[in-house]
C-alpha cells in the first residue's frame, strides 16, 4: 500500500511537472490566419522585393539606366557576388511563393475561387522572375521544410509550362464567379477580378513572348499565342498592376528608397542621353535634373566618381516617396502586341499598336498631345529595318525601372547597349548569380553559372 | 523592552579573537565593568551586559592565573547574582534566574568528582561537534555534541586528554586537576578551513573540492572603482574571458568561462546572487552600439565575495543555464551580537579618452588639392598640408576635432551602508549612488541602489534571512560605431577634416552646415540623436534554513529578479540624411522567479564522512516587451511618438519554465580521499514535449596527498591535492517558442502592417523545429593544488577539455526553396581544451610590510567541429576553424604567402574571400601585486592578453578619408609584394592615397593583432590613524588614489584602446572594433569613513 502510494506521488509529481512546463505556445503570433490577411502582404512584398529588391536593382544598372556614384569596381560595373544574391531569392521564396502557396491552398479548402485565382495568378508572376534572374529554379519540390531540405531545380522550361498553366487554370477560377471577392486586402485592384483575369492574359503574352527564340520554339507560333492571350488582355492604363502608395514616413516605394542619398544610386548616362538625343518629351517628367548644375546629367559608369548631387535622378513619377510601383502596365500589353504582330503580319502591322503603346506611356505622364505627336513625328515611322529597334528601345522608356526590360534587352538585344568602362567582365551579363545561401545549403550543378552565361531562352 | 536597549547601549566594542588565551586577574574591589574590560582584551571576547545590572552587583575581588574564559568569569561571579552565557565570540552577563539557570548547568547536572566536562571550539569560538576527546595511555574515548560538548567519567586528575577532529589540529591538555575544560582547536594547516560558496549557494571547504573554482574577495572588486562588477574582475579569473564592449558609461560586458560552446546562442556565464539567477542579458540597445549588461543593476559594494565555478562538474547541479560557468556572488550581510558599524565612502573619478591617433597635417581635399567644406562637400582629408594652406591670404586655422568634441569625464560614487545585529539577528543596510558623466558630451550614467538584508534565528532550529535591492539605473548614449547614413556621431568626429571648423552647427538657413553629405554635424547628433533607458529593479531573496538534527538540514530558498525597463530612442528629422524623425519607445517588464528546495544531511560513519543533498528547482521566467515607432516627427523638440506620421506597435510576451530534481553526494575518506557525485533531471518548456526531461551529472575524485607524506615532507609541502572530474551537462539553450512555425505581422521592407489601415500576416521565415532536444555539454578536467613554505605560496592549476554535442543552433540557415530560410537544429559541436593557473604568494610577511602577488594564466583553444549538414560555416563560425573567426575579402598570395601584386602596382584582390583573421587570444595572463607597509597599502593590476585579432574599421575607413595616422606619411608607395605577372618583387609604386583607398574596400587590411598589456589599475591607500578620530564619532578610515588604464602597450593596434567590441557583447560582435566610445583613463580619489 505504501509503496503504491509512493509510485502515485511521483507519478503525480512527475505529470504536475509536465504540466507546469508546458507554456511553450507562442502568444505573440497566430498559428493560422485567413486569405485576405495574406494577400495583403504578399502584394506588397510583390512590389517592394520582387519589383524592387536587390535583383531589379541590379539589372537597372546592367541596362545603363542607373548608375553607382562609387567607385569602380562596383555593381554598374559588373562586379557580383553570389551572397547579393541571397535577399532577392529569399524574398521570393520564403516571403512571396511560400505564403502564395500556403494562400492557394488556404482558398481551395474554403473554396474561396477568386483568392485561389489570384495566389495563381501572382505564383506566375513571381516564378516568371525567378526564373527569368537565374533560369532553372527549384519549384516541384519546393516549400517542403523537413520533408525535403535539399529541393532540386526545374529546367528552366518546366518553370514556363507551370506559369502559363497557373494562368490559365486561373482564368478558370475567376471563370465560376464566385461572390466572395477580396476586398481592400487587394491593394492592387481592390477585388475586381476582371482587372486580374485581364493581368492572367497580359502575363501569358509576356511569358509566350519570352520564347520566341527559346529552343523548340517557334516565333510565329509564340506570337500567335500571345496574340490571342493578348485580345483578353489588358485594355487601358486603369488594367495596369501597380501598387500605390501613401508616401508618408515609413511607407515610401522601393524606388524612393532605392535612391535615398545613402545608396549612391543615380541614373546613368546612357538612358538620360538617349531620352535627351531623341527629343523625348518625357524627358522632365521622368528625371531630375542634377542639383549642383540643374542640367540633366547621367553618371558614365566606370568614370571617376563625383558627388551624388551632380548627377540626376528619377523625378516624383518614378521615385518619389508617394510614386506608384508599374509591375505590368497596359503599355507593356501594346508593346507585346505589337512585337507580337511585327513578326507575324510585319511593321505596318505594328505600327498603330507602336504609336498607341507609346501614348498610353505619355499619356500617364501627362505629356501635352502637340508634344507626343511632335515625338512621334521625330521619331518617325516603324520601317523593315527599324521596327523591332524602336518598339523595344520605346518599351524600354515605358517600362523604365522595370525587371522586364532586361528580358527584353536579352530576347532582342534593343535597347543597344556597349559594355562599360572599366568592366570586370568581357560581356554585359546575361543573368544573375545564384545565391551563395544556395550554395551552401543546397548545391545544385546549376549554381556553377557566371554571370556572362546565358538562360535557356536567352538565344 | 528597555532592558534589551540598555543591552545594546552599553554593548562592549568588539575585538578581534586572539586565539585560545589563558586568562590571569589580579583586582581588588573593582568594578565589575573594569574587570571584564581586562578580560575582553585578554581573551578576545566582546560582552554584552546592562551597566545597572553590574552595578548593583558591586565590587569584586578575583585573582587568578592563566585560567580558562570559563574559570575566569566563574571566578569574577562567584556570590553574585549574576550568570553568563558564551555565544560566538560575545559573553553575555545576565541576571540569574530561576528559568535562566545557567544553560551550561542546566545541559548536565554539577560533575562529580574525577569527571571532566568541555567545551571545544575552533578557532572563532565556534563550537567543533564530533570532535574525538580521548585520555592518553587509556582507552576512554568520546565526542563533542553538537554544541562541542563532553563530559568524561572518572578520569584521574592529572590525566592528559588528546582532542582530534578532522580539519583541526589535534592538540593534548592536561586536565591539572579542573572539572571542566575548554579548549580552543588551531585549523590545521593542510585544512585551513577555506570555505567557498558552491553551486546552489551551498557553502563548502575548498580543499574537498572535485572542480575549479576561483573567489575574488569584495575588496578586490571595489578596489577596481568600476560600477560593473564583471569589469571588476577582468583579468583576474583563471580561465574565464571578461571583454568589456565600450567605453560609453554602463556599456555591456561580456563573460565567456573556458571558451564558448555554442555556436549562436548564449555563451555568457550564468549570474547568481546568493543563491538566486539573475538576469544579465544585454538591454538598451535600440540603435547601433553596446546596450548594457543588466548585471550593471548590481552595486559592487554590497558583495562580499564573488566565487568563479568554472567547469561542467561545478556547476552540473545549476544544470542549464550553469553549464556556461556561473558567477556566484554573495552579499554582505550583518551578524549576530554585532555593534553597529556605520560606513561612508565616496570617490570622484575624472576620465579621459583614450583615442585613437589621427593625422593632423593634411588639410580636407583630394589629390592634394584643397577643399573647403563650406563649399565642396568632400569626405576626403588628401588635401594639401596645413602649413601650406592659405585660405583667403591667410594661414588657414587648424582645429582639433577630438579635443573640440570630447570632454573630461566625471564619476562620483558615494556608498552609505549600515550594519550590525542583536542576539538573535543581523541587518546590513546600504544605498550608493553612483552617477558618471561621459566624455561625449550628453552621454551619463547614473545607479541609485538600495540594499537591505535581514537575517534572524526564529528559533535555534530555524533561521532566516531576508533580502531587497532597489536598483534604478539611468543611461543616455549616443549611437556608436561605422554608421554609415545613420546618426552617430563619433563616426564624423573621426573623420573630421583639420581644415574644417565644426561651428556653427547650422548654415544662415536653418540648414545643418556639414563638411560632407549624408553625414550629421555631429554636434547635432549630440542635441537630436539619443538613445536612453531607465530600469527600475528589484531582486529579493528570502532563505529559510530548518535544522530539526544536527546532522540533517531542510531550506528553502525564493527568489525574484523583477524589472521594468524604459527604453527611448529619438532621432530628429535630418535635412543632412534626409530622414524624417524617428522616436522608439521600447518597455521592457521582466519578471523571474526561482525556487530551490535543499535537503542536506551530513554524518560521519568510521572513517567516511558523508553528505548527501537532495534538491528541487522550480524556475518562471516572464518577459513582456511593448514597442511603438513612430516615424515622421512633425513637433520639434517634442519627445512624444504622439508627433509622429506614422505610428507602429507590437507587443510581446515570453515565459520560460523549468523544473528540475537534483542530488548530490560527497564522501570523504579520512579527509583524504574525497569522491562526489551529482546528478540532475530538468525540464524544460522551450524543448519539445517527449524531449522536454533529460537527465544528466557529474562525478569527481580528489586526493589530498599532503595528508599522507612523511614528516620531513610536509613541512615543505604544506598542503597538495590532485583532483579529477568528468561532467555531462544538458543544456536548453534556445530561445521560447523556437518549435513552432506561426504567422508574424508582416513587415516588407520599410512597410509595416497594419498598412493602409489592413492587417497583413506571414508565415515566419524561420521553421520551428517540434522535434527540439537538449544539448549536452561534456567534460573532463584534472587539476591539482599545492601549497608549501608554510602555505606561503599557493599553486592552483587544471587543465579540462570540454565537447559541446547536439548543440542547439537557433536560426541555422537552410535553402529558401524549402519556404524557409533558416531553422533551429540540434547538432552543433564545439570542442575547447584549456589550462588555467592560479599562484598567489606571500612574498613577504611581517610586523610592518607584507607583499602579496597573484598572478593567473590562461590558454584555451577552441574548434568549431560541426555545424549541420552540409554547412560548413556560419557567420563567423567556420567548422574546423576556432569560434569567431573572421571571414572576408583578402589579398591573393603566392604558396609562400607572399602578395600578387598587379602591374599598376597594387595588391590583387582575391576573387574568394577568405580566413583572415581569429579573435581568440593565445593566452590570457594577469598579475596583482599588492604591498602594505604599515599604513600604507599599493596595489597594482597587470592584465595580459597575446594575441586575438580585431577588424579595427576605425582604421580602414580613416585610410579611405585620409584621417588615419598612418596616412600621414603620403609619399608614393611601392607594395611589397610579388608582380602577378613578371614574378618579381614589385618595383611599380602607387600614390599613397591610391592604395589606402584600394584598401579600405578590402577587410584584411583592416585585421589586427590585439595584444595588449594593460596596467589596469594601481591604487596607493592611507589607513587614517585611529589617534585622529580620538575625539571624533569615527572608528576608522581610508583614503585611496587610483589610476585605471594608466598604461596600455599594444603595438599592433592603431586607435586607441585595442580591447572591446563596438556593437555589444553578443557572439557575432566579439572583435569588431570600430568608431567606438573610447575607453578611459580615470584618476580617482576616495575616501571610506566607518563610524
Known sequence: MKKIFILYSILLLLSGCKKYIDVNQDPNNPADVRESLILAPVEVAISQLQNGGRGVYVTAMYLQNAALAQDAPNTDTYRATNAEMNSTWNDLYTTILKNLRLLQSKAEANKKQNYVAVAKILTAFALGTATDMWGDIPYSQAFNGFEKLNPVYDKQEEVYKTMQQLLDEAIVHIGKNDVIVPGKDDFYYGGDMEAWKKLAYTLKARYFMHLTKAPGYDAATQADLALAALDNGMQSNDDDLKMGYTGAAGQEGPWFLNFQPGEALVLASTFVDNLISRGDPRLPAMVRPAESSGQYRGRIIGSTIEAPENYSYPSDFYAGNGASNYLVTFTEALFLKAEALLLKNGYAAAQPLYTAAIESHMEKLHISSTDVADYLAARGTLTNGNALRLIMEEKAVGNFLNFETYNDWRRTGYPTLTIVQNAVTDAIPRRLLYPESEKINNPQPQQSAKLTDKVWWDN | ?1091
Not at chain 2, 539557570?101 to 578557532?123: C, F, M
Request: proline content about 4%; overall charge positive.
Open chain 2, 1 to 1091: 523592552m528597555r532592558f534589551i536597549a540598555l543591552l545594546l547601549l552599553c554593548a562592549c566594542l568588539q575585538v578581534h579573537a586572539k586565539g585560545y588565551s589563558q586568562i590571569t586577574l589580579s583586582e581588588t574591589n573593582a568594578p565589575l565593568q573594569k574587570v571584564f574590560k581586562k578580560i575582553q582584551k585578554q581573551s578576545g571576547y566582546g560582552f554584552l551586559f546592562s551597566v545597572q545590572l553590574l552595578q548593583q552587583a558591586g565590587p569584586v575581588t578575583v585573582k587568578v592565573s592563566n585560567v580558562s574564559l570559563q574559570k575566569a568569569l566563574e571566578e569574577c561571579l562567584k556570590g553574585k547574582e549574576l550568570d553568563y552565557e558564551i555565544q560566538t565570540q560575545t559573553v553575555i552577563i545576565k541576571k540569574r534566574t530561576a528559568t535562566a539557570v545557567n544553560l551550561r548547568q542546566a545541559a548536565s547536572p554539577p560533575p562529580l568528582p574525577g569527571d571532566i566536562q568541555g567545551h571545544i571550539t575552533d578557532s572563532t569560538g565556534n563550537p567543533v561537534a564530533g570532535a574525538t576527546v580521548s585520555v592518553k595511555g587509556s582507552n576512554v574515548t568520546t565526542q563533542t555534541n553538537s554544541s562541542g560538548e563532553f563530559l568524561l567519567k572518572g578520569i584521574s586528575s592529572n590525566a592528559t586528554l588528546i582532542i582530534s577532529s578532522i580539519g583541526f589540529e589535534t592538540k593534548e591538555v592536561n586536565v591539572g586537576g579542573l572539572t571542566t575544560v575548554s579548549v580552543r582547536l588551531n585549523t590545521s594547516a593542510a585544512a585551513l578551513k577555506d570555505v567557498v560558496v558552491t553551486a546552489l549557494g551551498i557553502t563548502r571547504e575548498k580543499r574537498g573540492l572535485t572542480y575549479s573554482t576561483q573567489e575574488i574577495k569584495g575588496a578586490a572588486i571595489l578596489r577596481t572603482k568600476e560600477p560593473n562588477v564583471l569589469n571588476a574582475l577582468q583579468g583576474q579569473v583563471s580561465g574565464a574571458q571578461i571583454t568589456s564592449s565600450s567605453g560609453a558609461p554602463g556599456s555591456s560586458t561580456r563573460i565567456i568561462i573556458r571558451g564558448p560552446t555554442s555556436v549562436l546562442g548564449d555563451n555568457e556565464a550564468l549570474i547568481v546572487v546568493d543563491g538566486l539567477p539573475i538576469n544579465n542579458a544585454e538591454t538598451g540597445a535600440l540603435t547601433s552600439g553596446a546596450g548594457s549588461s543588466r548585471i550593471i543593476d548590481i552595486d559592487p559594494a554590497t558583495i562580499e565575495t564573488v566565487n568563479i565555478l568554472k567547469g561542467a562538474a561545478a556547476t552540473a547541479l545549476y544544470g542549464s543555464s550553469g553549464a556556461r560557468g556561473v558567477v556566484i556572488i554573495t552579499t554582505r550581510s550583518g551578524g549576530i551580537n554585532r555593534k553597529p558599524v556605520i560606513s561612508f565612502s565616496s570617490s570622484v573619478s575624472r576620465d579621459k579618452g583614450i583615442f585613437p591617433k589621427f593625422q593632423d597635417k593634411y588639410a580636407q581635399g583630394i589629390d592634394g588639392e584643397f577643399q573647403d567644406g563650406d563649399i565642396v562637400k568632400s569626405s576626403a582629408s588628401w588635401g594639401p598640408l596645413m602649413d601650406t594652406l592659405k585660405i583667403n591670404g591667410r594661414p588657414a586655422p587648424k582645429y582639433d576635432p577630438i579635443k573640440m568634441f570630447f570632454q573630461t569625464g566625471l564619476a562620483t560614487n558615494n556608498t552609505v551602508s549600515l550594519n550590525g545585529g542583536n542576539n538573535n539577528s543581523g541587518y546590513y543596510m546600504s544605498y550608493s549612488y553612483f552617477s558618471q558623466k561621459g566624455i561625449v558630451p550628453s552621454t551619463y550614467f547614473k545607479r541609485n541602489s538600495l540594499f537591505v538584508k535581514y537575517n534572524s534565528r526564529i528559533t535555534e532550529k530555524l533561521t532566516s534571512t531576508f533580502q531587497l535591492t532597489y536598483t534604478n539605473s539611468d543611461q543616455r548614449r549616443e549611437p556608436e560605431g561605422a554608421t554609415f547614413g545613420q546618426p552617430g556621431p563619433i563616426f564624423v568626429v573621426y573623420n573630421q577634416p583639420i581644415s574644417w571648423n565644426p561651428f556653427p552647427i547650422y548654415n544662415t538657413d536653418g540648414t545643418q552646415r556639414v563638411f560632407r553629405n549624408g553625414r550629421n554635424n555631429p554636434y547635432w547628433d549630440l542635441q537630436n540623436v539619443y538613445n536612453k533607458y531607465n530600469v527600475n529593479r528589484f531582486i529579493s531573496v528570502v532563505t529559510l534554513n530548518y535544522q530539526p538534527a544536527k546532522w540533517l538540514t531542510v531550506s528553502d530558498r525564493l527568489g525574484g529578479d523583477i524589472f521594468t525597463e524604459q527604453d527611448n530612442y529619438k532621432e530628429s528629422p535630418s535635412d543632412a540624411l534626409n530622414t524624417p524623425g524617428t522616436l522608439i519607445d521600447n518597455n521592457i517588464n521582466f519578471r523571474q522567479f526561482n525556487n530551490d528546495l535543499i535537503i542536506s544531511a551530513n554524518r560521519q560513519f568510521s572513517d567516511f564522512n558523508i553528505n548527501l543533498i537532495l534538491g528541487n528547482n522550480i524556475y518562471s521566467s516572464y518577459t513582456q516587451r511593448h514597442n511603438i515607432q513612430g516615424v515622421g516627427l512633425a513637433v520639434n523638440d517634442f519627445d512624444n511618438v504622439s508627433s509622429a506620421a506614422t505610428i507602429t506597435a507590437s507587443n510581446k510576451h515570453f515565459l520560460q519554465r523549468k523544473v528540475g530534481f537534483y542530488a548530490q553526494a560527497n564522501i570523504d575518506y579520512k579527509k583524504f580521499l574525497v569522491l562526489s557525485a551529482t546528478g540532475r533531471y530538468d525540464g524544460s518548456s522551450v524543448l519539445a514535449r517527449d524531449n522536454a526531461f533529460y537527465p544528466y551529472g557529474s562525478i569527481g575524485a580528489n586526493f589530498i596527498f599532503s595528508e599522507l607524506l612523511s614528516s620531513n615532507l610536509s613541512k615543505a609541502i604544506s598542503f597538495g591535492k590532485l583532483r579529477v572530474s568528468y561532467a555531462s551537462v544538458g543544456n536548453d539553450n534556445v530561445g521560447v517558442y523556437s518549435l513552432q512555425t506561426p504567422y508574424l505581422a508582416a513587415t516588407i521592407n520599410n512597410i509595416q502592417f497594419p498598412y493602409q489601415g489592413q492587417a497583413g500576416f506571414l508565415l515566419t521565415q524561420t521553421l520551428g523545429n517540434p522535434h527540439l532536444k537538449n544539448e549536452r555539454l561534456n567534460e573532463f578536467e584534472i587539476g591539482g593544488e599545492v601549497k608549501v613554505f608554510n602555505n606561503r605560496i599557493a599553486i592552483e592549476g587544471a587543465w579540462f577539455s570540454r565537447t559541446s554535442v547536439d548543440g542547439i543552433i537557433p536560426g541555422v540557415s537552410i535553402s529558401s526553396a524549402t519556404g524557409f530560410s533558416g531553422t533551429t537544429v540540434n547538432s552543433a559541436r564545439i570542442s575547447n581544451k584549456g589550462f588555467e593557473l592560479l599562484v598567489t604568494a606571500a612574498a613577504v610577511r611581517s610586523k610592518d610590510f607584507n607583499w602579496n602577488i597573484t598572478a593567473n594564466f590562461t590558454k584555451i583553444r577552441n574548434k568549431v567541429l560541426s555545424l549541420y549538414g552540409n554547412l560548413t560555416s556560419l557567420g563567423r563560425i567556420v567548422v574546423g576553424q576556432p569560434y569567431n573567426i573572421f571571414f572576408g575579402s583578402r589579398f591573393r598570395r603566392t604558396d609562400k604567402g607572399e602578395v600578387l601584386v598587379d602591374p599598376d602596382g597594387f595588391p590583387v584582390l582575391d576573387d574568394v574571400p577568405g580566413i583572415i583573421g581569429d579573435a581568440n587570444p593565445d593566452w590570457l595572463a594577469g598579475l596583482s601585486n599588492s604591498f602594505q607597509y604599515k599604513r600604507f597599502t599599493l596595489s597594482f593590476f597587470i592584465d595580459i592578453k597575446k594575441g586575438g585579432d580585431v577588424y579595427n574599421s576605425t582604421e580602414l575607413n580613416d585610410y579611405f578619408f585620409g584621417t588615419a595616422k598612418s596616412t600621414e606619411n603620403r609619399a608614393p608607395i611601392i607594395y611589397k609584394g610579388i608582380g602577378i605577372d613578371d614574378n618579381k618583387p614589385n618595383k611599380v609604386q602607387v600614390s599613397a592615397q591610391d592604395l589606402y583607398r584600394y584598401y579600405s574596400d578590402i577587410d584584411e587590411p583592416a585585421i589586427q593583432d590585439a595584444s595588449f598589456i594593460k596596467l589596469r589599475n594601481v591604487t596607493l591607500g592611507y589607513d587614517l590613524n585611529k589617534q585622529l578620530f580620538r575625539r571624533s564619532p569615527f572608528k576608522s578610515g581610508a583614503v585611496t588614489l587610483t589610476g585605471k588604464n594608466l598604461w596600455i602597450h599594444a603595438p599592433h593596434f592603431t586607435s586607441g584602446d585595442p580591447e572591446g567590441s563596438t556593437y555589444g557583447s553578443s557572439n557575432e560582435n566579439q572583435g569588431v572594433l570600430g568608431y567606438a566610445y573610447p575607453s578611459t583613463r580615470s584618476f580617482i580619489i576616495s575616501l571610506k569613513l566607518d563610524f
